[in-house]
Each structure stands twice: as structure tokens, then as C-alpha cells.
T-cell receptor, first 115, second 113 residues
């Protein structure tokens, strides 16, 4: 399957600072990228969907000013958690798909801990 | 509102036997269903999918069955191997302007040697 690389794999930051997570499709052009959040022992919760060159579509209850998503190119999307607080600590996972495939491919995930 | 449900949080199966993981959904607009396997602290890995117009898809040891009238799908793994131990997520795709994948809550499979 196609490869999606997510970076960093883990990050610890101080409360009030911002953190940027990168998601790259390495061997395909990702027309659509998705950002998910997973709490311990829970499902993957879709946060937002972004198409290259356009604004992200956020799911209900997700603060767009807090979770900034940029999909500037067909191979890169970024999620910035602004003014992070301990309750933002979670496992964030990106996924991407291109026009050829039914499935979406996932990155390795980023464990964010806000202290 | 949980549109995709996996009612069994865990399942234990003896090595060599069949593992059956179940998934129910509520949205008739889903056009594809997918199964992903996930290890802790890693992203999900795609396993197999099925179109909503089919009732069975097979790939090696993995077979997915879809019963549209019951809004139910299942993943069969046979024979089960210890390396199959992981959390399995059922996902459904909806297309309404853009694609969106909705995940179930996952089933932790443990294959006993």
C-alpha cells in the first residue's frame, strides 16, 4: 500500500505553546487528507477533512481556531494545535487518499503530551 | 451518534481457529466498508475492503462479508495466527461532496498460541 509519513511520532510541550504535526504522502498525491484523534481505548474520532488548496472541513465540536489545518500541497498537510492545554493530550493520526484507491492510508500517529 | 459500531470490545481465539469480528452500521449512504488493523502507538494498517454492492470479498486469510439488509459486516480470519493479535477497526466511507471515513470503536483480538 501507499506510504504516509507523520512527524513527530511523539512530542511533549508546555501548556500554552503551539505544536505542529506534519503528514506527508511519500509515493502518491493525496487529494484528500484526514486528521483523527484517538483517546485511550476509544475509536478514531475524525477531526477534519482537507482537500489540497482549500480550507479544511471540521467535524462538529472541533474548534477550527484551536486545530489549524493546512493542506498546501498534494503531499503535505499540517495540523497545528494552538495554545495547547493538558486536555489536548492525545494520539493524533493523519490519513490520506488519492483518486485511485478506495482506502485511506494512515501515518504512524503522534502522541502529544501537554504538561 | 455512533454510526459504526463494534459491540465486542475484545475477542480471544485459539491459534489455527477462525476469528470472526463483527460490525454494525446505521447509515445507508456508506458506499465502502473497510477493515483496519492497529497496534498500540501506531497508525491503522489497511486490511481489506468491500463495496456496498457486493456481499463478499476475500484476500488470503481474510474474508469480509456484507449483509446490507441487516446493516452488518464481519471479518473472518482463518486460520488465526498469534501475529494477528491487534485491535481491529471497522470503517465506513461516505461520499457527500467529499469522502469521509467513519470508524467503529474497535475490537481487540487476541490469538492464543
Amino acid at each position: 500500500g501507499a506510504v504516509v509519513s507523520q512527524h513527530p511520532s511523539w512530542v511533549i510541550c508546555k501548556s500554552g505553546t503551539s505544536v505542529k504535526i506534519e503528514c506527508r504522502s511519500l509515493d502518491f498525491q493525496a487529494t484528500t487528507m484526514f486528521w483523527y484523534r484517538q483517546f485511550p481505548k476509544q475509536s478514531l474520532m475524525l477531526m477534519a477533512t482537507s482537500n489540497e488548496g482549500s480550507k479544511a472541513t471540521y467535524e462538529q465540536g472541533v474548534e477550527k481556531d484551536k486545530f489549524l489545518i493546512n493542506h498546501a500541497s498534494l503531499t503535505l498537510s499540517t495540523l497545528t494545535v494552538t495554545s495547547a492545554h493538558p486536555e489536548d493530550s492525545s494520539f493524533y493520526i493523519c490519513s490520506a487518499r488519492d483518486l485511485r484507491n478506495t482506502e485511506a492510508f494512515f501515518g504512524q500517529g503522534t502522541r502529544l503530551t501537554v504538561v | 451518534d455512533q454510526q459504526v459500531k463494534q459491540n465486542s470490545p475484545s475477542l480471544s481465539v485459539q491459534e489455527g481457529r477462525i476469528s470472526i469480528l463483527n460490525c454494525d452500521y446505521t447509515n445507508s449512504m456508506f458506499d465502502y466498508f473497510l477493515w483496519y488493523k492497529k497496534y498500540p502507538a501506531e497508525g491503522p494498517t489497511f486490511l481489506i475492503s468491500i463495496s456496498s454492492i457486493k456481499d463478499k470479498n476475500e484476500d488470503g486469510r481474510f474474508t469480509v462479508f456484507l449483509n446490507k439488509s441487516a446493516k452488518h459486516l464481519s471479518l473472518h480470519i482463518v486460520p488465526s495466527q498469534p501475529g494477528d493479535s491487534a485491535v481491529y477497526f471497522c470503517a465506513a466511507r461516505v461520499t457527500s461532496g467529499t469522502y469521509k471515513y467513519i470508524f467503529g470503536t474497535g475490537t481487540r483480538l487476541k490469538v492464543l498460541a
